[in-house]
């Protein structure tokens, strides 16, 4: 039996049955095949995939394969197949992807392949093409490259990393950022040792008793947990990292542990912070709680209505308030000494400038130095309003401050000098205003007052250690605008409540 190239598959009449049933076979495949000539035309062509592209036999027989309707789409393409016939004709088995056009635009992806089929003399005969529709594996790839791309994305920019424990061989495999949080070299084994190693002591077992529960088979396989790496001599110099992940089981079995890590450490110093300033903020308000207890029973001993006891205590709360927000702008690491003074003398506004002269380097106060200067300052504004320079319209005050440093210890001293106004009296009896000025301010901030009641005005002193300056961002001026006018906005006019 000898092949014929002239009359189809075989040659022999007592091929023809099986000739038949191969045609039968070929023809109910969905898989494309194709009998090509040496030229590259097409002698047959299996019915099914023809029909489902909406081709029939008779369509394509005879025309160069290249030529079929489905490879009109590109030249590229056809110069290709054109190409693969030759070679194939060489005797050359060739194999590759191809897109393949449809009626109405569709397009789908083939796995073609063009082989020879060789005679009994060893020659090449026919040349065989077939194809399969691979369209759904080529979505399926492309849609997995797609999800690996946005979870890559997605770990780099939460800086995580994946790591895996094989629990039967006991390898474990970082990705390079995992081994970029634990400072590890980018390659080579990593073992438990090294990682029980890099783990901080105290949150050793921490770790080792959410892997124990992680593999427990009665328990769900979930694995988290939050630990310092080994090496910081500071709280302020730890490294946090936060590991989740799961196990698998094979018939109850801990087989393999996969998770993620990430750096948590910039979230555990702000919860830190958090906790710090919670302390801080009991601390504090138990201590203006009893500022304002002593507050509210010296001024309920000064006498007078219910409503002059409102008045005085309202416009004093006033002044507590105007401190407490000059420090919380800043976070409570001090307040400015000018801002401050600007804060008690809010209701005075116009004078300042004219008649109310306040000088002095930018100094930054600690928190107790400007709640204690702040009442004194209100007091003496409160007074002066009253009694002395403010209450006419010639007086006029001077508040000025400086750094002493000719002396054992730098000082800051402050002086509040009122010239011009009526005559000066001493006070018959020692108020609520009194013993801020007098005692308060320099038994809190460990300084020396000086308060004199001269007939030309009233001088008040103070001079107090310079560990009481500190350092700190200056408030933004709106900020301080917008403070001062909701002081202003909080109790009493200028004149009212006045001790």
């Known amino acids: 039996m000898t092949a014929d190239p002239e009359a189809g598959f075989l040659a022999h009449p007592a091929a023809g049955a099986s000739e038949r049933m191969l045609r039968d076979v070929l023809d109910n495949l969905f898989a494309f095949v194709g009998v090509l000539d040496l030229q590259g035309r097409v002698v047959e062509a299996n019915r099914t995939p023809l029909e489902a592209a909406g081709i029939a036999r008779s369509d394509v027989i005879g025309m160069f394969f290249w030529d079929c309707p489905w490879w009109s ?11 693969t016939a030759a070679r194939a004709a060489s005797g050359e088995t060739l194999r590759y992807d191809i897109s393949m056009g ?25 040349l065989v093409a077939s194809g399969t529709d691979i369209t759904w594996r080529k979505n ?77 088979a009665s ?15 500071h709280i302020s110099h730890e490294r946090w990292l936060k590991a989740r992940g799961r196990c698998l089981f094979e018939g109850g079995v801990a087989v393999r542990l996969i998770g993620i890590a990430r750096d948590i450490t910039d979230r555990k110093q702000r919860e830190s912070h958090v906790h710090m300033l919670m302390r801080e903020i009991a601390h504090r308000s138990k201590n203006l709680l009893a500022v304002i207890q002593a507050m509210a029973r010296q ?37 400015s000494l000018r801002d401050l003074a600007l804060s008690q003398l809010v209701h005075y506004a116009d004078l300042i400038g004219r008649r109310i002269l306040i000088e002095g380097p930018d100094v930054m106060l600690k928190p107790e130095a400007a709640q204690n200067i702040g009442l004194a300052l209100h007091e003496l504004s409160t007074n002066a309003a009253k009694y002395g320079a403010l209450s006419d319209i010639d007086g006029k005050v001077h508040l000025h401050w400086t750094v002493v440093r000719d002396k054992e210890e730098p000082l800051l001293c402050m002086v ?14 020692e108020g609520f205003g009194h013993k801020v000025l007098k005692r308060i301010a320099a038994h809190a901030l460990e300084g020396m007052v000086a308060l004199d009641f001269a007939p030309d005005g009233l001088v008040w002193r103070l001079e107090i250690p310079t560990s009481y300056i500190v350092h700190g961002r200056k408030p933004d001026p709106d900020d301080i605008k917008g403070s001062i006018g909701n002081m202003s906005a909080l109790g009493a006019g200028p004149l009212q409540g006045r001790v």
Not at 302 to 323: C, I, P, V, Y
Request: glycine share 10%.
């Open 140 to 216: 399926a790839e492309r849609d997995l490259q797609i999800a690996l791309l946005r979870t890559e994305l997605a770990l780099e920019a939460g800086k995580t990393g994946v790591w895996e424990h094989d629990l039967v061989t006991g390898e474990i495999l970082w990705d390079t950022r995992v081994r970029a949080l634990f400072n590890t070299p980018a390659k080579g084994p990593v073992t438990q040792d090294m990682i029980d190693a890099m783990i901080h002591i105290e949150d050793f077992l921490r770790v080792r008793e959410a892997s124990k529960a992680a593999t427990d």
């Open 73 to 83: 789409w590109s030249r590229d393409v056809q110069d290709r197949l054109r190409q």
């Open 299 to 335: 001024t309920a001993t000064a006498g007078g209505s219910a409503k002059d006891f409102e008045t005085r205590f309202t416009a004093r709360l006033e002044s507590l308030a105007g401190s407490q927000d000059l420090l919380v702008m800043q976070d409570w690491h001090g307040a």
């Open 416 to 429: 509040w000098r009122e010239t011009g106004g009526p005559q000066v009296f001493p006070p018959a009896r």
């Open 219 to 233: 328990g769900d396989g979930e694995y988290e947990v939050e630990f310092r790496l080994a090496g910081a001599d």
């Open 102 to 126: 449809l009626p109405g635009g569709t397009r789908i992806t083939l796995d073609l392949q063009m082989a020879p089929l060789w005679g009994d003399d060893g020659s090449v005969v026919r």
